[in-house]
């Protein structure tokens, strides 16, 4: 299962982005797609997720500024994110996974977000 992030990109303190992440049509529409990601020097973190049936999760660092969406039709994920600080800055990664099927767990590739002035 071959995941596709896109929407990463260098934006100013107080600034906005919007990640997107595509899946191919072969994965089950029963699933949970997220966001999590990197910063240097640290292990990967959760950011957010969404249930197929739109229930979400985000971190505490992200809440009231991050907002994540799917489309079930699409199997796309998107995370919108505003009021950004040089804390978010990290590789974004996507994610699709079965909670009660650990093998059943695909990542995307990273995209690259830079929060600076």
């Known amino acids: 299962v071959q995941l596709q992030a896109s929407g990463g990109g260098l934006v100013q303190p107080g600034g906005s982005l919007r990640l997107s992440c595509s899946a191919p049509?072969?994965?089950?529409?029963?699933?949970?797609m997220g966001w999590y990601r990197q910063a240097p020097g640290r292990q990967r973190v959760l950011v957010a997720t969404i249930t197929s049936a739109g229930r979400t999760n985000y971190a505490d660092s992200v809440k009231g500024r991050f907002t994540i969406s799917r489309d079930n039709a699409k199997n796309t994920v998107d995370l919108q994110t505003n009021s950004m600080n040089p804390e978010d800055t990290a590789v974004y990664y996507c994610?699709?996974?079965?909670?009660?099927?650990?093998?059943?767990?695909?990542w995307g590739q990273g995209t690259q977000v830079t929060v600076s002035s």
């Open positions: 049509g072969s994965i089950t529409s029963i699933n949970v």
């Open positions: 994610n699709v996974n079965l909670p009660w099927d650990p093998s059943y767990n695909y």
